[in-house]
């Protein structure tokens, strides 16, 4: 057997010995390899700290978009998508989405949901903006929250007194869309589309059969007999049910004046007629009942634009919403509640809450 001198163990061992590795390296490693303990937390940190930079630089910065033909400042929330026309002219059309449920929430999705306060800021942008000779309603909602629907409606109103604005209805436009689209001229739909459902309902959910099987019960202390009337917990008296309903034919005679005075039908015959039951139509069957003026796509929307604009050549463009920090970092931070039942219908997207309690104007689907 051989012996080996140190000095001979020490370079055979230290051939072997593994090389210790940096800090740096390290991090690299496992940034690249995926670890979530170091690695992917690590470059999410870095991500967030780098949001927040831009955040607070251009949150109050005013940093406006110009436009070209004006001169004048245009919103930061908002960017110009060139659509069809010609690029160079300055008669511009403005389109405006209303794409998805109808609310006031401005931490919904904008992907799911139209949200009133953005539709009504780019309503606003149209109006002031004298380059925009024509707007464009673009339609495919079925409805959403009464307030909503109203304050969009009553901004429509204001603009049409300085310019047209036109509604086109694509595959769905009921309820609370079709009270958007009464405030436009001409309304434009699609042969196929399904609109009308002109009324209003409000639900709750009634479990009271269910909390008795499983021995559960309700404990509710109130200042006065109808603070909970909604309560699933127990049965409705008749007396909540008189109340709940005036409150939904009050909205709905509100609903009835709204097509009756655009669209020039006696609010009789909209009481009191499949026109205004509730029932949805389509576009072929809304031309029959005069609930829109024309069948068309959105190419005859655009002609309709520049005929009651009286344009020689126009530019049309849509507006479209820039990412914003600030309502990515409060959406991020928003408080949910801490038990969430999601019993959304079959029709209604899945990240859309149809809030107990609130009125709307959608299908009975929804």
């Known amino acids: 057997m051989q012996n080996y001198t140190n000095e001979q163990t020490g370079k055979v061992y230290g051939e072997l010995k593994e090389k210790k590795e940096g800090f740096f390296a390290k991090i690299f490693r496992n940034l690249f390899t995926g670890c979530l303990s170091c690695g992917c937390l690590f470059l999410i940190v870095c991500l967030l700290f780098i949001a927040l930079f831009f955040y607070f630089i251009s949150g109050d910065s005013g940093i406006k978009t110009g436009n070209p033909f004006t001169g004048q400042n245009s919103?930061?929330?908002f960017s110009e998508e060139f659509v069809t026309g010609s690029p160079d002219s300055s008669s511009r059309i403005a389109v405006i989405k209303v794409y998805g449920m109808i609310t006031?929430?401005?931490n919904a999705s904008?992907?799911?949901?139209?949200?009133?306060?953005?539709?009504?800021?780019?309503?606003?942008?149209?109006?002031a903006d004298d380059s925009v000779k024509a707007v464009i309603i673009d339609l495919d909602t079925p409805g959403g929250e009464v307030t909503a629907s109203d304050e969009i409606y009553k901004k429509i109103l204001e603009v049409r007194k300085k310019k047209p604005v036109i509604a086109?209805?694509?595959?769905?436009c009921a309820s609370g869309g079709y009270y958007i689209a009464a405030g436009c001229y001409p309304?434009?739909?699609?042969k196929y589309t399904l609109t009308g459902s002109i009324g209003v309902?409000?639900?709750?959910?009634?479990?009271?059969?269910?909390f008795d099987k499983i021995g559960l019960k309700t404990e509710v202390y109130t200042s006065g007999k109808m603070k909970d009337m909604l309560n699933g917990g127990r049965e409705r008296t008749a007396e909540e049910t008189a109340l709940v309903r005036t409150l939904v034919m009050n909205t709905y005679d509100g609903f009835v004046h709204v097509?009756?005075?655009s669209r020039k039908i006696p609010a009789d015959k909209i009481r009191n007629s499949p026109v205004g039951d509730g029932r949805i139509f389509d576009g072929k069957q809304a031309l029959e009942l005069k609930l829109v003026d024309t069948l068309g796509y959105f190419e005859d929307a655009v002609q309709a634009a520049v005929k009651e604009a009286k344009l020689k050549d126009f530019q049309v463009f849509r507006y479209e919403d820039k990412f914003d920090f600030g309502r990515?970092?409060?959406?991020?931070?928003?408080?949910?509640?801490?038990?969430?039942?999601?019993?959304?219908s079959s029709g209604t997207p899945g990240d859309v809450r149809i809030r107990k309690g609130v009125l709307y104007f959608l299908p009975a689907g929804y």
Do not use: H
């Open 168 to 172: 086109m209805m694509n595959t769905l």
């Open 201 to 210: 309902i409000i639900s709750t959910w009634n479990y009271k059969e269910l």
């Open 328 to 344: 990515f970092f409060n959406t991020l931070m928003a408080k949910s509640p801490a038990v969430f039942l999601p019993l959304s």
């Open 259 to 261: 097509v009756a005075s």
């Open 104 to 106: 006031r929430d401005e």
């Open 187 to 190: 309304v434009i739909a699609n």
């Open 75 to 77: 919103d930061s929330d």
């Open 110 to 127: 904008f992907s799911t949901c139209a949200v009133s306060g953005n539709i009504i800021r780019q309503l606003q942008l149209a109006s």
